[in-house]
């Protein structure tokens, strides 16, 4: 699958530096350093650090010569000033990296020499859309401006091919930098039921219960299997790579959807109850349908969150899979449409919406809330094994597993406030809310 | 199908006013709900009625909702998209 349109030389792999990239307290460095000099003494302070750090020979830039500036950072062997902004790009040896930082302290003339650090603009993050929701609030908050940083990087350097030891969907969720696991948290997934002989999940599952006439609980499906392996998959799977979000979480299983694939709103419902009887903080619903534009939501389903969410229960529901973009882009299915059961829309490696992801045609509780990997999603599969699907089914259990970390971060937060952090955790995606809400579920 | 005139019943859910959940519940049985399952904690519960009955039961005091019950389904198994 193909990577971000990011170019990948800006990641450090520049083979003709000797010095490469630092990378140090989740901050990634160029190994040059930027200096701002005194105005008007700029030639004192260059000539120190030449003399002290024995810099590269330093090449005048002013502003109308700009063309070739790119070109000239580029060069090892160059150090770059900028006259008019009395500051410079400065290229400097490993090894001579402490002289030149004592020099810069000493000298006068010299006001900050800080290493350079990778910023990164990217088709994905630039230009900045206007945020959706609680995102502005939070833009004075370094911690919060800092994790969004963190998760420009990993949207610029493009979602990852690879494979091996974390599901693209995890690299992409930032759930595989995360040291949460959801321990103590119990989420509830209200799907097909599970394999609960699968060596993945043996033990891990809390407690079940079947509303469906005269099929147990067992999954003949792989549905639910598949989304229970998401959101609560092991640390640890017994073959290939960790593809669950909350690892340690407890699991509810209500089988509401029959093993050929069917359940009735009523079924639906007695396991929502089920769950928040049994103290489910999140309810996973990778189930819907489809409704028209300009449709109401289901208003049974709405009562029923609000008071879930008073009992401290968040639901989550899939968009639904009736697009075919482009062009036709279907509304959200219910009730993933009601104002009080999030919406998820699905994307794709590229982290862009996946062709047959909805959106939020219809206002009123119709829009996508929050986007997530639903695209060649591997997981658990019936009789031990595994496989891989696409759907936004597969995107939902990603959100539920988030909001468990998250419930484990904070043991004291409301639903509403779980919610919050969710949202506002979000990395906002240049697509349109309407497709991807307030952009791509990140890990806390 | 049926040989009477009645209609055919249709499945309905409902959510009513959980504090007097099983008042309104037995009036709703009264005004011809067979109820097929109910959840008293959060106040919904689900039952199927006779489509012309629907706006009698909309009435009745405590009812806040009234939807017609939908079936769910799966895409099959196999199908790549999920």
Not at chain 1, 225 to 254: E, F, K, S, W
């Amino acid at each position: 699958m193909a990577n971000g349109p990011m170019d990948r030389r800006a990641f450090g792999e520049h083979p003709d530096r000797p010095n490469g990239t630092v990378m140090g307290q989740g901050t990634e460095y160029t190994g040059r350093y930027v200096v701002l000099f005194e105005p008007g003494d700029q030639e004192s302070g260059l000539n120190a650090l030449r003399s002290s750090a024995d810099i590269a020979s330093v090449e005048r830039v002013r502003g109308t010569e700009a063309a070739n500036v790119a070109e000239l950072l580029e060069r090892p062997d160059v150090s770059v000033l900028f006259e008019e902004l009395g500051a410079a790009v400065v290229e400097v040896r490993p090894e001579q990296r402490h002289a030149l930082v004592t020099s810069a302290e000493a000298e006068s003339s010299i006001i900050a020499a800080e290493p350079e650090r990778m910023v990164y603009a990217s088709p994905i993050t630039a230009p900045q859309q206007a945020p959706t929701e609680f995102f502005p609030a939070y833009r004075s908050d370094e911690e919060v401006v800092a994790h969004h940083t963190m998760a420009e990087i990993a949207a610029a350097q493009g979602p990852a091919s690879d494979e091996e030891h974390w599901t693209w969907g995890l690299q992409a969720i930032r759930a595989n930098l995360s040291s949460l696991t959801g321990r103590d948290v119990k989420i509830a997934v209200i799907d097909t039921g599970v394999d609960t002989d699968h060596p993945d999940l043996v033990g891990r599952i809390e407690a079940s219960a079947s509303f469906v006439p005269g099929e147990a609980v067992e999954d003949g499906n792989g549905h639910g299997t598949h989304c229970i392996g998401t959101v609560a998959g092991p640390a640890n799977p017994r073959q290939g790579p960790r593809y669950g979000v909350a690892c340690d979480a407890r699991i509810l299983v209500a089988k509401v959807l029959s093993n050929a694939g069917s359940g009735t709103d009523g079924q639906i419902l007695a396991g929502m109850a089920w769950a928040v009887a049994h103290g489910a903080q999140v309810i996973s619903m990778s189930l819907g349908a489809r409704v028209r534009p300009g449709e109401l939501f289901p208003q049974t389903y709405e009562k029923l969150a609000q008071r879930a969410l008073e009992r401290g229960t968040v639901i989550v529901a899939a968009a639904g899979n009736d697009s075919h973009r482009p062009p036709e882009i279907r509304p959200v299915s219910r009730p993933a449409n009601c104002p009080s059961i999030l919406a998820v829309s699905a994307l794709d490696k590229a982290l862009t919406p996946s062709f047959f992801s909805n959106g939020g045609i219809n206002g009123q509780g119709g829009e996508v809330n929050i986007a997530a990997p639903g695209r060649d999603v591997r997981s658990a599969a019936p009789g031990g094994g595994y496989q891989s699907l696409s759907g936004t089914s597969m995107a939902t259990p990603h959100v539920a597993g988030v909001l468990a970390l998250l419930a484990q971060a904070n043991p004291h937060a409301s639903a509403a406030d779980l919610k919050e952090s969710l949202m506002s955790g979000a990395f906002p995606l240049t697509q349109p809310a309407r497709d991807v809400g307030s952009g791509l579920l990140q890990a806390p | 199908m049926s040989e009477s005139a009645q209609p055919a019943p249709v499945g309905i859910i409902l959510a009513v006013d959980p504090d007097r959940f099983a008042e309104v519940v037995e009036a709703l049985r009264r005004a011809g709900l067979t109820v097929t399952g109910e959840q008293p904690a959060l106040g919904t519960l689900s039952g199927s009625v006779a489509e012309d009955r629907i706006p009698t039961l909309e009435t009745i005091d405590g009812v806040e909702s009234l939807d017609r019950e939908r079936t769910l389904q799966l895409p099959p198994p196999d199908s790549p998209i999920q």
